[in-house]
């Protein structure tokens, strides 16, 4: 693979193909395809022990109420998670699963600083720090 | 309706949007806020919340996918990722500012906008224009296999691309859509990056994006628990087969039907938004 990429690298010096190095690339694949599969697996259990309890109750949803403190904060779903409560494990598993890109674009500042692209690093960690901002300045670390 | 048939319910659906999204390549979410919302009556604000998280499942599952193929350009996905989450966090303090009925009317333009895309030929992207000087600045040009080999690409005119990314995100951020109908406008249009291309790195996008206002809707308590799992559950399981089998289907009829659905649930939404019944 490297060998038959080298004659299109010296030939256009001034254009780097994106990611180099490919292992980079595809371990961060990995990543996410991994983190969708746990976060899955962890709202599949919450749905199990959801269903089994509420089962026959009503579904209502046309009014919206909002939802509860405990399903809104990082710290109230750990509680609900602690105390057995399906609900709280399926949004423990969608709280994982909004962490999976957050952490897919963690991961690119260290892949672009191994490639030593200091203006793509510079580039990552400002969407690294909208993504964090939005993430723990919305009210959901409380 | 139980919660047991409202879930086996919505999970069935939350499967076919996903399979359909993925095949036609519009995504899931753009049909599933519409059908919540017209035929399961549930707020459209808590349907924004479910569809957002679904975005994110379908986005990174089918990502593993792409980037072996080698693809995406994860420079252009990571420097329009900035106006796209800008824009992102824009739509979601929006959202839970404006009344749900104008969510409604510009969610059902929206639809319209997707059905005349998805109709739309695609002008095949000319092969060797010169290098863009900003373009080459920001290491945007790139390659991808085609049949004869790698095939290099210049991008061209960044700035314009750039301001359509900020509306596609906001879009997005207000909407809990993946809005990759307007991504692929602004690469494949605008910017003239091959078809391939463009699809694949909106595709790293769109989760990027919505896990830029989906912090924000958990904790303004859009996501719920209950609806939230048969969608994500669903959805992520039709567009796992739906990018499996996407090479033998045959695509072109499916667009149709799918634009035609998309068309309907645009004039519901639309009607539904005037005459305030959202």
Not at chain 1, 88 to 93: A, F, S, V
Not at chain 2, 74 to 88: P, S, V
Not at chain 2, 223 to 240: E, F, I, K, W, Y
């Amino acid at each position: 693979m490297p060998a038959a990429q080298a004659p299109v690298r010296q030939s256009q010096p001034f254009k780097p193909q994106p990611w180099r190095d490919r292992r980079i690339e595809v371990i961060l694949g990995n990543l996410l395809r991994t983190g969708v599969l746990v976060s899955a697996a962890v709202v599949l259990v919450g749905a199990c022990i959801y269903l089994y309890r509420h089962a026959h109750d009503p579904a209502d949803y046309r009014v919206f109420r909002g939802e509860p403190s405990e399903y809104r904060t990082i710290s109230g779903v750990i509680q609900s998670v602690i105390s057995g409560r399906g609900q709280g494990i399926i949004q423990l598993g969608l709280l994982l699963l909004i962490a999976t890109p957050i952490a897919r674009v963690a991961f690119s500042v260290v892949g672009f600083a191994i490639e030593r692209d200091r203006l793509y690093v510079a580039f990552t960690m400002l969407v690294l720090a909208i993504l964090l901002y939005s993430f723990l300045g919305s009210g959901i670390g409380v | 309706m139980t919660i047991l048939e409202f879930t086996v319910v919505v999970a069935i659906v939350s499967f076919v949007a996903g399979l359909l999204g993925s095949l036609t390549g519009l995504g899931g979410g753009v049909v599933l806020v519409p059908l919540l919302t017209i035929f399961f009556h549930v707020d459209i604000r808590y349907a924004i919340g479910a569809s957002l998280v679904s975005v994110i499942a379908t986005s990174s599952g089918a990502a593993a996918a792409y980037v072996k193929e080698g693809f995406s350009n994860i420079r252009i996905g990571m420097f329009l990722e900035i106006a796209t989450t800008f824009g992102a966090l824009l739509g979601a303090f929006l959202a839970t500012r404006i009344p749900t009925s104008a969510l409604a009317i510009i969610f059902g333009a929206v639809l319209l906008y997707s059905a005349y895309v998805s109709r739309k030929a695609r002008t095949q992207a000319e092969r060797s224009l010169p290098p863009d000087p900003l373009a080459t600045r920001l290491r945007l040009n790139g390659s991808f296999p085609d049949l004869e080999g790698r095939r290099t690409y210049n991008v061209q005119r960044v700035p314009a691309g750039f301001s359509l990314m900020f509306g596609a995100g906001a879009l997005s951020g207000l909407l809990g859509i993946g809005s990759g109908a307007v991504k692929v406008l602004a690469m494949d249009q605008a910017m003239r990056i091959p078809f391939k291309v463009s699809t694949t790195t909106s595709n790293f996008m769109i989760g990027v994006t919505a896990a830029a206002s989906a912090g924000v809707y958990l904790s303004r308590g859009y996501v719920d628990p209950g609806l939230s799992m048969p969608v994500m559950l669903g959805v992520l399981a039709g567009s796992l087969l739906g990018s499996r089998i996407l090479v033998k289907a045959e695509t072109k009829s499916l667009r149709l039907v799918f634009s035609v659905v998309i068309l309907v649930l645009g004039l519901q939404m639309l009607y539904n938004g005037f005459w305030g019944k959202i």
